[in-house]
């Protein structure tokens, strides 16, 4: 079974952003990574994707580190960065995707799109910040990673709009996939994640089984976070 491992990892500039940081994630789960902003978030997605360095310790990929070929043909990340011109459509972006990674699944991708309404013919610049992040996720997701990342994709999207990406985060992990997502959207998450990792610069952290810890403590996600939100975890 495919394995990211984060082993001692730790990240800081002029101080700690995160420290000491293990462990291991197997295909089929989805890891919640929650924190106050500031706390690490974005940069353990940005390390685990190769786009920063850790400091100290390591992220491999079935033992193999980030400099080699396995590790990076196997990361799809969809970030807050806009990396597409204004004027492109969607259709030309679903194209470059298909020219820049050899894997990339172009049908997957267009059904996607097709299944959450998208046009091809719609400019980036025409496009409601929801609907960027949807056609980011879309095409992250059809280059068939073994590991995707997202950051923040629940920050736009309406309520059905959660439905859907949640719909399709579900899928994709029954695809052999294992999925990070950060996020300060805490309601309605019980349902996604199976596993998540709490994240405070000045303490150990480690990711927690969520059915565990919601038997544990008799609670929701949304209620466990609220508790112990100037306490233990953030």
Not at 2 to 30: A, C, D, P, T, W
Request: include cysteine.
């Amino acid at each position: 079974m495919n394995k990211l491992q984060i082993i001692n990892s730790g990240k800081h500039y002029r101080k700690n952003v995160f420290q000491e940081l293990s462990f291991n994630l197997y295909e089929g789960q989805i890891l919640g990574i929650l924190g106050k902003n500031g706390t690490g978030k974005t940069t353990l997605l940005d390390c685990i994707s190769g786009q920063k360095q850790v400091n100290t310790g390591m992220i491999n990929y079935n033992d193999q580190p980030q400099s080699s070929l396995g590790f990076k043909a196997n990361i799809a990340y969809v970030s807050t960065k806009n990396y597409f011109e204004e004027n492109e459509t969607v259709r030309q972006i679903v194209v470059e995707y298909a020219l820049l990674f050899p894997a990339f699944q172009l049908e997957t991708a267009v059904a996607q799109l097709e299944l959450w309404h998208i046009s091809l013919k719609q400019k980036w610049q025409e496009l409601s910040e929801g609907t960027k992040i949807k056609v980011k996720i879309a095409c992250e997701y059809a280059k068939a990673t073994t590991i995707f990342l997202l950051d923040e994709p629940f920050a736009y999207l309406d309520y059905p709009s959660r439905i859907q990406v949640k719909k399709m985060l579900r899928k994709a992990s029954g695809e052999n996939k294992m999925i990070i997502v950060s996020t300060n959207f805490i309601e309605e998450m019980d349902t996604l994640f199976t596993d998540v990792l709490f994240m405070n610069p000045f303490r150990y952290c480690e990711v927690i089984n969520l059915e565990e810890l919601r038997e544990q403590k008799g609670m929701s996600l949304k209620e466990i976070y609220e508790e112990e939100a100037d306490d233990t975890f953030i």
